[in-house]
């Protein structure tokens, strides 16, 4: 039997209402919170100097070595860490991309290893990989190494890099991989509900997004 055609009700159900903009302030986060509950998402998610949010009813996940990833990994464990102490209860880690772009596996995964072991194994732990500057095999081998270091989601993009956001090649080439096993969250660009739609329809099992309210009224109810 197929799927059920989505709804405006089960996509928001699997939507981080996202606020990453380095000029937000403490006024944006509450109206992104006022705009959550209004929309019926999963989750919000910020960047940790703001928090904590006053959230009830709602997943509050935050960044960690956001969004260039060009951090030590202890420094993404600790802002990680912190985070967690201050109420995520997810957290988005940016890789290293250089290093899996030479092909470090390794280092990749020691990363999302000392990020991991900084944290409650309560707390997800979504691993960006900036998949727009990956070539198809260092996805599947970074994915690999998330799974391995005990990541909950691999997840397509920051939404801040040049060479550009989620694909569904990329999507369906991440749940091909670990999906099942791992989340695939898609983030980065998706403005519109057909392309929301299609990032389900490759295998994302969470949609990272700014523009939620847009995507949304473009479903039925
Ligand atoms: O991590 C999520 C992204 O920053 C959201 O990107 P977006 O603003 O293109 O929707």
Redesign the pocket.
């Known amino acids: 039997m197929s799927d059920p055609e989505p709804t405006r009700a089960s996509v928001a159900a699997m939507i981080d209402h996202?606020l990453?903009k380095p000029e937000a302030t403490s006024a944006d986060v509450n109206a992104l919170v006022a705009e959550a509950r209004d929309l019926g998402v999963y989750a919000i998610?910020v960047s940790p100097s703001m928090l904590p949010v006053d959230a009830p009813g709602l997943v509050v996940a935050a960044v960690a070595g956001f969004p260039s990833g060009k951090h030590h990994r202890a420094v993404k464990a600790d802002e990680a860490h912190r985070a967690a102490e201050f109420g995520a209860q997810e957290i988005?880690m940016v890789i290293d991309v250089g290093s899996a772009v030479a092909g470090d596996v390794e280092a990749v995964y020691a990363e999302i290893a000392t990020v991991r072991a900084a944290l409650d194994s309560s707390i997800v732990l979504k691993v960006i990989i900036e998949s727009a500057v990956l070539t198809d095999d260092a996805i599947v081998a970074v994915c690999l190494a998330a799974e391995r270091a005990g990541a909950d989601f691999v997840k397509t993009s920051?939404?801040?890099h040049p060479a550009g956001?989620a694909t569904t090649h990329a999507v369906r080439l991440m749940a091909d991989t670990v999906g099942g096993r791992l989340g695939v969250k898609a983030?980065?660009?998706?403005r519109t509900a057909d392309a929301a739609l299609a990032m389900i329809a490759a295998g994302a099992t969470r949609i990272?997004?700014?523009?939620s309210r847009s995507v949304l009224d473009g479903l039925p109810s």
């Open positions: 996202t990453l998610c988005d920051t939404g801040f956001g983030s980065g660009g998706i990272g997004l700014s523009a």
